[in-house]
Every structure is written in C-alpha cells, then in structure tokens.
Nanobody, 125 residues
Framework: VQLQASGGGLVQAGGSLRLSCAAS????????MGWFRQAPGKEREFVAA????????DYADSVKGRFTISRENAKNTAYLQMNSLKPEDTAVYYC???????????????????WGQGTQVTVSS
C-alpha cells in the first residue's frame, strides 16, 4: 500500500489543523493506521492509531483530548484532527500502516512496514 500524507502547515498556538493520509494500491480497510511525528534531533514518536473499522483508537498521553484520529474506508483515507495546538507539537507528521492492532507494539514505529512521506506541522507561540 502507498500512503500520501497532507494537510500540514503553519498555525498559531491554540489553532487547529487536519491531516489526511490517502492510501492506494492495497486494501485500506485491512490496515491499522497510525500517526507518528518526528521533531528535529528526536526519534519518531507515536501520536495515535486506529483499528481497521475505526471502533478502537489509541493516543499518546501528550495529545489525548486534543487530537482525534479517524478514517473513512470508502475514501481510503485516515485523518488526524489536531486542536489546541502547542509549539511542542511542531514536527514532521507521518502516517503508517500495519496489519495488526496488537498490544503496545502498535506504538512502535518500527512495526509499521508502510509509510507516507511526511507533512510538516509548525506551531508558533
């Protein structure tokens, strides 16, 4: 499956952005989708994940209550709605796909075999 992330940009603290991850070349509804982010000089970190149907979600503590992950299988697209953005949310955001929901392994980026190219999110103070 090929993934294309989009929707990043520059926003002031407290603002909102919605990221999209469009999939092609595979059965989108058979993949667990995850969002990760990577700030300069830091390791890629887990943000959120959603299961095949959208019935189960998982969030990093740092974004819980502010970000919402969702998906539309009919459109082969996953989303990350980001509200109340903070300067520390500044990073390149990546979407990934994997086959299983699993346990905490879904929070490890190395368990995702498929990745989009990343989209920059910059939050100014």
């Amino acid at each position: 499956v090929q993934l294309q992330a989009s929707g990043g940009g520059l926003v002031q603290a407290g603002g909102s952005l919605r990221l999209s991850c469009a999939a092609s070349g595979g059965s989108f509804s058979s993949y667990v989708m995850g969002w990760f982010r990577q700030a300069p000089g830091k390791e890629r970190e887990f943000v959120a994940a959603i299961d095949w149907s959208g019935s189960s979600t998982d969030y990093a503590d740092s974004v819980k209550g502010r970000f919402t992950i969702s998906r539309e299988n009919a459109k082969n697209t996953a989303y990350l709605q980001m509200n109340s953005l903070k300067p520390e949310d500044t990073a390149v955001y990546y979407c990934g796909a994997r086959s299983t929901w699993g346990t905490m392994m879904r929070r490890r980026y190395i368990t995702y075999p498929y990745w989009g190219q990343g989209t920059q999110v910059t939050v100014s103070s």
